[in-house]
């Protein structure tokens, strides 16, 4: 059964960083591509970051773009997103999602997805 198991979520100040895990089991994610995505309270899911399964393209939106790095570790089965200079706007449940395709951005075209890490960013 494929599943999906973010961990890594945590109170931090602004400025502060966050390493956040996205942990596979029940397939290989080497065929996958993944995605990290975040809800705030009141507000949309959105999209994040993601990473191809093919050639490790990234995609970041416009606002955390310089600030966090998405990566995988095939070996490990694990996906990454290093989350640095947090900013209170960066509070929500962060969700990583997967797909058995080159690439996807857009939330409707995965098919998997965790069960989500709170991350918030308060002083």
């Known amino acids: 059964q494929l599943q999906l198991v973010e961990s890594g979520g945590g109170l931090v100040q602004p400025g502060g960083s966050l390493r956040l895990s996205c942990a596979a089991s029940?397939?290989?994610?080497?065929?996958?591509?993944i995605g990290w995505f975040r809800q705030a309270p009141g507000k949309e899911r959105e999209g994040v970051s993601c990473?191809?399964?093919?050639?490790?393209?990234?995609y970041y939106a416009d606002s955390v773009k310089g600030r966090f790095t998405i990566s995988r570790d095939n070996a490990k089965n694990t996906v990454y997103l290093q989350m640095n200079s947090l900013k209170p706007e960066d509070t929500a449940v962060y969700y990583c999602?997967?797909?058995?395709?080159?690439?996807?951005?857009?939330?409707?075209?995965?098919?998997?997805w965790g069960q989500g890490t709170q991350v918030t960013v308060s002083s």
């Open positions: 999602a997967a797909d058995l395709r080159p690439w996807a951005w857009r939330e409707s075209d995965f098919g998997s």
């Open positions: 029940g397939f290989t994610l080497d065929y996958y591509v």
């Open positions: 990473i191809s399964s093919s050639d490790g393209s990234t």
